[in-house]
């Protein structure tokens, strides 16, 4: 009994400690089963009806006739249920008072009319009815309202207390036995209730814990670990939901930016990944700010991002656009350094550029694709032209995996002449593609195409071979100038193609000149350097190409074993009236000399130019102004030494 009453006096107190979403819990278990209730509810009026009746007694009918009225108020309380929405804790007080009140007004109607029935009913049949009545229903309420055990003692008490009063005011021995029967039981029921309350509330925090530890998974499942944005998963089911309101409510347009960083390998080569990282937390945390509140935006994976937002057209759109491109472009500072990038965007606008979310994410792609081809800090959106250009990439794709064994691929040369004279000292050859379905297809088409699909590799070795087969019948004087890939520079079966198509044709390594632009250094700098070092150690020349086009230039020529530069042609154009252009070739020339390269000029094709190239001293020139790109066939002419009027007028 002291261990009763000491949980009795503790019961209170940690009811209040328990958090609201174990309260509603316990609250709704009071729910749980309605329909026992109402079998309860109608046993339970049916009785006191019956023992009224029989009676003849008013107070008993007055009694049965409020159990009757209680009852039906209950039930239809345990038809609606609890407050699905109890989350907040005046909700869940509220669904509980509501219980306790019905609860409480039905059990002290039970007992009051057990009470009466003992006192005012002489025969022993009726309040036999009225005791076991009081008595079940006192014990089907320990079970099953022992969620809240305070609302269930009451209830105990409530229902068996009079019946216990009732049976001793009749001062009859065996009444007074039952009575104190009846109050063993009520203890007994007591402290039931309580340890099926323990057990129910144990059950319920470790169910709440449980729930509440998978939804924090759940989240992190769904959250960027680096930014904490949304990640695909979680940006896949928002902005698929956002597509079904758009689609239902048309006078909204939903707008999809697809995100790519411009220069973050080289952020990330240059300053290190910590740098690479905080400027991609940093520029996820200002989409955050600016545009998901009321949008998504998420990291799709590396340096790819996306945001959703409402637009009213496409102005706004752009507008939207504009100011991403700001947000990204903003520097960021980081251990001292000012790292700053840039973004190319592809739009797709719902639902005029598509009805479904692969729709979009696809012309949303098609869009970005379109700003990166189309330089840095770009924003495109999506055109159905841009579907076109798609399909043609795939059925040149196609096209192009047979086209070796078609033969269809074949060599030009373009001489490249020394300055002083009209002694030609190399050769550079360039690849050419004349497909059985779609004539010529330029390299800057097919050449990435053959990069994607894994093709340049066998593509590079026929080259090699061809090229230098070729040239081994060339004067000795005149090398050999082949490009390489990106993935050919990078590739472990570079050194060994090369050395192949030296052994197979007899051409000495000396007069091989292996061409990389700048560009492709910036991806793996570490592997090109090693490609390079190879390829001079079989005494192979390297020469970087397009240089003056790329990113920090000038480093590389300290730390890359190359033995010729090539000027971008895009300065060689406005040698004839851009002074900026002629001192910048003037300083390359120079530069070079110092560093012992030798330096050529692409893209000749005026002789004011071929004039002002004489005056910085270049050692050689290439471009139309000299000769065009020719099969191998024409080049013996020009090792005769029949050289073009242009050449020779320019002298």
């Known amino acids: 009994m002291a261990r009763l009453i000491n949980r009795l006096t503790q019961l209170s107190r940690s009811d209040q400690e328990i958090t609201v979403r174990v309260r ?3 609250v709704e ?17 049916t009785i006191g009806g019956v023992v009224a009746w029989a009676a003849h007694d008013a107070w008993l009918a007055v009694c049965a006739v409020l159990i009757g009225l209680v009852a039906a108020m209950r039930i239809a309380d345990a038809l609606r249920g609890p407050d699905r929405a109890a989350t907040a804790p005046t909700k869940a007080e509220r669904n509980e008072l509501a219980y306790r009140l019905g609860a409480l007004s039905y059990s002290g109607l039970l007992g009051l009319f057990g009470f009466l029935t003992l006192t005012r009913a002489p025969d022993g049949v009726l309040q036999l009815l009225s005791v076991t009545t009081a008595i079940g229903y006192a014990a089907g309420i320990a079970g099953r309202n022992a969620g809240r055990p305070l609302i ?3 209830q105990l008490c409530s229902a068996s207390l009079p019946l216990v009063a009732g049976l001793m005011i009749a001062f009859d021995p065996l009444k007074a036995v039952l009575g104190v029967v009846i109050l063993l039981f009520v203890v007994a029921m007591m402290d039931i209730t309580l340890q099926t309350y323990d057990t129910i509330l144990k059950a319920t925090i470790m169910s709440e814990e449980n729930a509440a530890l998978a939804a924090h998974h759940a989240a992190l499942a769904r959250r960027d670990d680096l930014t904490g944005l949304s990640n695909r998963t979680d940006f896949r089911e928002r902005f698929e939901a956002r597509l079904s309101a758009a689609i239902a409510d048309q006078a909204r347009k939903l707008a999809l930016y697809w995100l790519d960083l411009d220069c973050f390998k080289e952020v990330n080569d240059t300053f290190g990944h910590l740098a ?20 998504v935006v998420a990291r799709l994976g590396g340096d790819e991002f996306a945001v959703v937002y409402w637009v009213a ?10 100011a991403i491109l700001a947000e990204v472009r903003m520097p960021v500072e980081h251990d001292g350094q000012s790292l700053r990038s840039s973004a190319s965007i592809g739009v797709a606008v719902a639902i005029e550029d598509g009805r479904e979310a692969d729709t979009l994410l696809k012309n949303a792609d098609l869009a970005l694709y379109r700003a990166k081809e189309s330089g840095r800090g770009r924003l495109f959106f999506y055109e159905p032209v841009m579907d076109e250009k798609i399909e043609r990439r795939r059925l040149l794709a196609g096209e192009l995996r047979g086209a070796l064994d078609r033969d269809e691929f074949h060599l030009l040369y373009q001489p490249i002449f020394d300055l002083g004279g009209r002694q030609i000292l190399s050769c550079e050859v360039l690849l050419r593609w004349t497909n059985r379905r779609y004539g ?16 340049i590799d066998p593509i590079g070795d026929w080259v090699l071979h061809q090229a230098c087969h070729v040239a081994r019948d060339w004067p000795e004087s005149v090398t050999l100038a082949v490009n390489l890939s990106p993935i050919q520079l990078r590739g472990p079966q570079l050194t060994a193609a090369v050395r192949s198509a030296l052994a197979a044709s007899g051409l000495p390594p000396e007069r091989l000149n292996l061409e990389v632009t700048e560009t492709v250094l910036l991806d793996d700098i570490d592997a090109s350097l090693a490609a390079l070092e190879a390829l ?8 970087l190409d397009d240089f003056g086009t790329g990113y920090s230039s000038l480093s590389y020529l300290t730390r890359f074993p190359f033995q010729t530069l090539k000027i971008d042609r895009s300065f060689i154009a406005d040698l004839d009236h851009s002074p900026a252009s002629i001192a910048i070739v003037q300083t390359v020339i120079d530069l070079a000399a110092k560093l012992g ?4 000029a692409e893209g000749v094709e005026t002789a004011a130019q071929l004039e002002q190239l004489r005056r910085t001293r270049c050692d050689a020139v290439q471009g139309f102004l000299m000769a065009r790109p020719m099969p191998a066939s024409m080049l013996k002419t020009m090792f005769a030494g029949d050289v073009p009027q242009p050449m020779a007028g320019a002298e």
Do not use: W
């Open 29 to 45: 278990s009071l729910y749980a089963s309605p329909r026992s209730l109402v079998i309860g509810a109608v046993t339970s009026t």
């Open 313 to 322: 057209d496409r102005d706004e759109a752009a507008a939207i656009g504009a």
């Open 24 to 26: 509603a819990a316990l």
């Open 536 to 543: 001079n150690a079989m005494h192979v020349c390297t020469t």
């Open 440 to 455: 010529v297809v330029t390299p800057a088409e097919f050449i990435p195409i053959a990069e994607d699909q894994g093709l």
């Open 597 to 600: 390269m030798r330096t050529v």
């Open 276 to 295: 690479g990282n905080a400027l991609l937390a940093t520029i996820a945390g200002r989409l955050r700010d600016r545009f998901g509140d009321t949008g």
């Open 152 to 154: 269930a003692l009451t």
